[in-house]
């Protein structure tokens, strides 16, 4: 074993040479690799001297004179070869320019890439190995790095597939040296008793394994195939170049015959050893994944996650196999080393001495007011109201018969106890994860406050992302268990989704085994009626408390961790900013804010509207859940006030006197038009119409009153003025750059009146951080201004002469032009103000810099002729008169087109955040000639 307690130096002897089939060919163009980091290094291995070729960045580093960080040891896998790690070595050496110089060393592995080919039959077999085996390969890595010159004063390992576990193996065999450890994709231990996935089965079998591995490119062939997009043919043919022949390809075989899938395989030992060292690694260590891999699926991530629970991790959704080539992994890689090995832990943020402002009002424990109501006055008063179905399956018979859909706060603070019962009997522990398939109403409140209460996680990926979008997220977040109604667990069984399952309702002995439930909510509560956890503790403030999904409408959805505290300090903010007082009632048109109702102490009123479609909610449903609720708060989506208005005509005197009795209403998501306020103030004459801004990871940050709105309009400024910020809370701004980069020095709002910036916020309800997207979370956080911890929002816009923040936008939507930046609201505000215009939607077409701006109008008559007379023909290019105006309204800015589309694409969970990314790709394609149809 190699003792890595000195400066290594080359041996004495000579690289031997490589037969010609086998040695790198110069003559051979690699992209994305630069020759001079290859050579040939002769090594003592256990079966004597082999050669090994390596791509090295030490040679350049000391021609620049440049001392490293560090070492990374990067492991490439089975049928790759160094080529692998290109865009590592490259990213090394352009960082080292900016002071943090690693030294990267990526061998291809005995047998592989352009390494010392060995002597075996053509056709491994397992029962007789004459491949290399697992072991011998961690002894590979001890010779090589005695025969290179390595200075191990910091030292990380780095690998892929079966490079991951041989680099994992060997930093725990070598754990006294190896300072900390990363892998891509790969699996340490298989259970013996389950099958090996089916895409790695068939190359295994012993009568194909030489056909599929040696005697043909196949195997090679179908994992390039596994990359996310085809691979450019040269990145292909450089990947194959050490594979031309069958005898440069025995070692890909010998790797597939070495997994160790059976008890009596050579190589099981090996990789026990290397399992049950990792359970007892310490050191740092970071898992980035590609999830959509056939081989080393989800189920290896959940295995390494939990031997190295302190691993940080990071899932590139979308992503496979091929990880390096979907993704850049450089980026998350150095930023990761620098955050450990650069300036030290302190400068990790979220990590050092950073923290966030005090909150608004005294922070409550999620259960606090629950548990007050029930046993106070109000005790009988209703909690929460479902006006979405018939009463639920565990009312009483009373209720049951008036279709009474209510239960009071009693009766909600009983079945929260009951079911944290029965849930722990069922196995339920605190911390684990419980993804909630229930549609929003009773029996979502008492489930999830039941999981709330029992310290498990909730997980909240709501029907609203659709079933491509809950299934990434379900996958993503890996519940423990899964509490569904039929059509969840349906779903759930149908598509795989991780977690043992709970339903909802009692069901049937046939239906429980076809959805393979091991218990139903409905049962627990009548078996554990009365039965409470008053002697267990509640759950610690810094526990989690729940993962909420975005809603995927700039990107696949991500996960956003709260713990208790940051709940408990939402819940604080809302009463406080909100005046929220006992007897309060709220109907919830945005059904994630249903859940909160119980916290903050008020009534929740879930109208009847599809979760999906927020835009079907009706004037008549707000106005029976304002009578059945006796409510006097009202939250709707930007589109579900829409269509309220769209159907205030049908309302009768009785729900229009009911509608007059709300005192509060509020809209979120999207901006909403000063002309659409102004008509639900007639609807809801006595109510203050509010239009907070937030995001999933901080649900309130500004706030501002209708009236607010409308003087803010007078003043003519880009985009939509979302008020000031709240108590608690602070903004600062990022200034973006000519090419929209934003700025890494922050500044103060009052020192930044109308410039163009990130918006940057600190508040003590903010997210605790994003699930499993550590990358995503590092780039989220900024510590860099004022000892706070701050948290990138990636919209943007500018804050005004009072400190008020008008949004413009995403940051990703920036147009770059020639004349600078420019938000989408710049142009959107004044085209939306058009009487033919419904909304808009500026998008940038063109190289970043130069960018030419276009703008697409979704119009506002509902009538097939008047939209078509705003079209050229059946083109949506925009009419020649129709397309003078809207250049008109924006004067300053040169529109290069203007298109008609009859209905902007939108996410689904609000029906108000436009697709720009999606119309700025349809818009090219127009403009190129194509033919096109809906975006």
């Not at 994305?32 to 002769?42: A, E, H, I, N, T």
């Not at 993503?476 to 149908?494: F, H, N």
């Not at 923040?805 to 940051?811: A, M, P, T, V």
């Given at each position: 074993?190699?003792?890595?307690r000195r400066r290594f130096s080359p041996i004495e002897a000579a690289p031997a040479r490589l037969p010609a089939d086998h040695a790198p060919d110069a003559g051979l163009a690699f992209p994305?690799?630069?020759?001079?980091?290859?050579?040939?290094?002769?090594a003592k291995t256990d079966d004597g001297a082999r050669t090994f070729h390596v791509l090295d960045t030490g040679p350049a580093l000391a021609a620049l004179g440049i001392t490293p960080t560090g070492t990374i040891l990067a492991v490439h896998g089975n049928p790759t070869w160094s080529y692998l790690w290109r865009s590592v070595l490259s990213a090394s050496l352009?960082?080292?320019?900016?002071?943090?110089?690693?030294?990267?060393?990526?061998?291809?592995?005995?047998?592989?890439?352009?390494s010392e080919r060995l002597a075996h039959p053509v056709a491994p077999a397992p029962d007789a190995p004459s491949y290399r085996q697992l072991q011998t390969r961690l002894g590979d890595l001890d010779a090589l790095m005695d025969a290179l010159e390595v200075?191990?004063?910091?030292?990380?390992?780095?690998?892929?597939?079966?490079?991951?576990?041989?680099?994992?193996?060997?930093?725990?065999?070598?754990?006294?040296?190896?300072?900390?450890?990363?892998?891509?994709?790969?699996?340490?231990?298989?259970?013996?008793?389950?099958?090996?996935?089916?895409?790695?089965?068939?190359?295994?079998?012993?009568?194909?394994?030489?056909a599929a591995t040696v005697t043909t490119d196949a195997f090679l062939r179908v994992t390039l195939g596994l990359a996310e997009e085809t691979l450019p043919a040269a990145v292909r043919e450089a990947y194959r170049a050490p594979y031309t022949s069958r005898s440069g390809r025995g070692g890909i075989g010998g790797f597939v015959a070495d997994i160790p899938a059976l008890s009596s395989h050579g190589s099981r030992a090996a990789l026990q050893e290397i399992s049950a060292g990792l359970s007892e690694w310490d050191k740092p260590t970071l898992l980035l994944w590609g999830p959509k891999d056939p081989v080393f699926q989800d189920r290896y991530l959940a295995d390494l996650q939990a031997r190295?629970?302190?691993?940080?991790?990071?899932?590139?959704?979308?992503?496979?196999?091929?990880?390096?080539?979907?993704?850049?992994?450089?980026?998350?890689?150095?930023?990761?080393?620098?955050?450990?090995?650069?300036?030290g832990p302190a400068a990790i943020p979220g990590r050092g001495s950073q923290r966030s402002p005090e909150p608004a009002g005294t922070i409550l424990g999620l259960h606090e007011q629950l548990t007050s109501l029930s046993t106070s006055a109000r005790r009988r008063d209703a909690a929460v109201v479902d006006m979405t179905a018939e009463a639920e399956p565990w009312s009483t018979a009373e209720d049951a018969a008036t279709g009474n859909r209510a239960l009071s706060w009693e009766q909600l603070a009983r079945q929260v106890d009951a079911l944290a019962v029965g849930l722990r009997a069922t196995g339920v522990r605190r911390g684990d994860r419980v993804s909630l398939l229930v549609q929003p109403g009773n029996t979502l409140t008492v489930i999830l406050y039941a999981c709330l209460?029992?310290?498990?996680?909730?997980?909240?990926?709501?029907?609203?992302?659709?079933?491509?979008?809950?299934?990434?997220?379900?996958?993503?977040?890996?519940?423990?268990?899964?509490?569904?109604?039929?059509?969840?667990?349906?779903?759930?069984?149908?598509?795989?989704?991780?977690?043992?399952?709970?339903?909802?309702?009692?069901?049937?002995?046939?239906?429980?085994?076809?959805?393979?439930?091991?218990?139903?909510?409905?049962?627990l509560l009548s078996r554990h009626e009365g039965e409470s956890l008053e002697n267990e503790p509640h759950p610690a403030a810094e526990d989690p408390a729940a993962v909420l999904f975005t809603s995927g409408s700039t990107g696949p959805a991500k996960g956003v961790v709260y713990t208790h505290e940051r709940l408990g300090a939402l819940v604080a903010l809302l009463v406080e900013q909100f005046d929220i007082r006992p007897g309060a009632s709220l109907i919830a048109g945005f059904a994630p804010f249903a859940l909160l109702g119980p916290a903050i102490g008020a009534t929740s009123v879930t109208p009847e509207m599809s979760v999906t479609k927020p835009a079907t909610l009706t004037a008549t449903a707000v106005a029976d859940a304002a009578l059945a609720g006796e409510a006097s708060m009202f939250f709707g989506s930007p589109a579900a006030l829409?269509?309220?208005?769209?159907?205030?005509?049908?309302?009768?005197?009785?729900?229009?006197?009911?509608?007059?009795?709300?005192?509060?209403?509020?809209?979120?998501?999207?901006?909403?038009?000063?002309?659409?306020?102004?008509?639900?103030?007639?609807?809801?004459?006595?109510?203050?119409?509010?239009?907070?801004?937030?995001?999933?990871?901080?649900?309130?940050?500004?706030?501002?009153?209708?009236?607010?709105?409308?003087?803010?309009?007078?003043?003519?400024?880009?985009?939509?003025?979302?008020?000031?910020?709240?108590?608690?809370?602070?903004?600062?701004?990022?200034?973006?750059?000519?090419?929209?980069?934003?700025a890494e020095v922050l500044v103060e709002p009052a020192d930044a009146e109308g410039v163009l910036g990130e918006i940057v916020v600190s508040a003590a309800h903010l997210k605790a951080g994003y699930?499993?997207?550590?990358?995503?979370?590092?780039?989220?956080?900024?510590?860099?201004?004022?000892?706070?911890?701050?948290?990138?929002?990636?919209?943007?816009?500018?804050?005004?002469?009072?400190?008020?923040?008008?949004?413009?936008?995403?940051?990703?939507?920036?147009?770059?032009?020639?004349?600078?930046?420019?938000?989408p609201g710049t142009v959107e505000t004044p085209v939306d103000a058009l009487p033919e215009v419904a909304r808009s939607a500026a998008v940038p077409v063109g190289p970043r810099g130069t960018q030419a701006v276009v703008v697409i109008v979704e119009p506002e008559s509902e009538s097939e002729s008047e939209r078509a007379a705003l079209r050229e023909g059946r083109s949506p290019v925009a009419e020649v008169s129709f397309a003078a105006r809207v250049r008109a309204a924006v004067p300053e800015i040169q529109v290069a087109a203007v298109l008609v589309l009859d209905e902007l694409p939108t996410d689904v969970r609000h029906n108000s955040k436009i697709d720009r990314t999606g119309l700025a790709a349809w818009a090219e394609r127009v403009l190129a000639g194509e033919k096109v149809g809906a975006p």
């Open positions: 074993m190699v003792s890595l994305g690799l630069d020759p001079q980091w290859s050579r040939l290094v002769r352009e960082r080292a320019a900016e002071g943090s110089a690693w030294r990267v060393i990526a061998p291809d592995q005995l047998d592989m890439g352009f200075d191990t004063s910091t030292l990380v390992t780095l690998g892929h597939d079966w490079g991951g576990v041989i680099s994992l193996g060997w930093a725990v065999r070598q754990r006294g040296q190896v300072d900390a450890a990363i892998t891509l994709n790969t699996a340490v231990d298989h259970p013996i008793a389950e099958p090996v996935p089916a895409a790695l089965r068939a190359a295994m079998a012993p009568a194909a394994l030489p190295v629970p302190h691993a940080d991790l990071h899932r590139f959704e979308g992503a496979g196999h091929m990880l390096v080539e979907d993704r850049d992994i450089a980026a998350p890689l150095f930023t990761w080393l620098e955050d450990h090995f650069g300036q209460r029992l310290g498990a996680v909730a997980v909240v990926a709501d029907a609203g992302l659709g079933v491509r979008g809950m299934t990434r997220a379900v996958r993503s977040a890996r519940p423990d268990w899964i509490i569904g109604a039929q059509p969840g667990l349906t779903l759930a069984r149908s598509l795989g989704w991780p977690g043992r399952r709970i339903s909802a309702q009692r069901l049937t002995a046939r239906r429980e085994r076809l959805l393979g439930t091991v218990a139903s909510v409905e049962s829409r269509n309220v208005v769209a159907t205030a005509a049908g309302l009768s005197a009785l729900q229009r006197r009911a509608l007059g009795r709300i005192s509060l209403v509020l809209s979120a998501g999207a901006p909403v038009h000063p002309d659409l306020l102004n008509a639900v103030q007639d609807i809801f004459p006595a109510a203050e119409i509010h239009t907070p801004y937030g995001m999933t990871e901080g649900l309130l940050q500004a706030d501002i009153e209708r009236r607010g709105v409308l003087d803010a309009m007078t003043t003519a400024q880009s985009g939509v003025c979302v008020g000031s910020a709240v108590d608690g809370v602070r903004f600062a701004l990022a200034p973006l750059d000519s090419v929209g980069v934003p699930d499993r997207l550590w990358f995503t979370d590092r780039i989220s956080r900024r510590d860099t201004h004022d000892g706070l911890l701050w948290h990138r929002t990636n919209d943007i816009g500018h804050f005004d002469a009072d400190s008020r923040l008008w949004i413009e936008g995403r940051l990703q939507h920036v147009l770059t032009t020639a004349a600078g930046p420019i938000g």
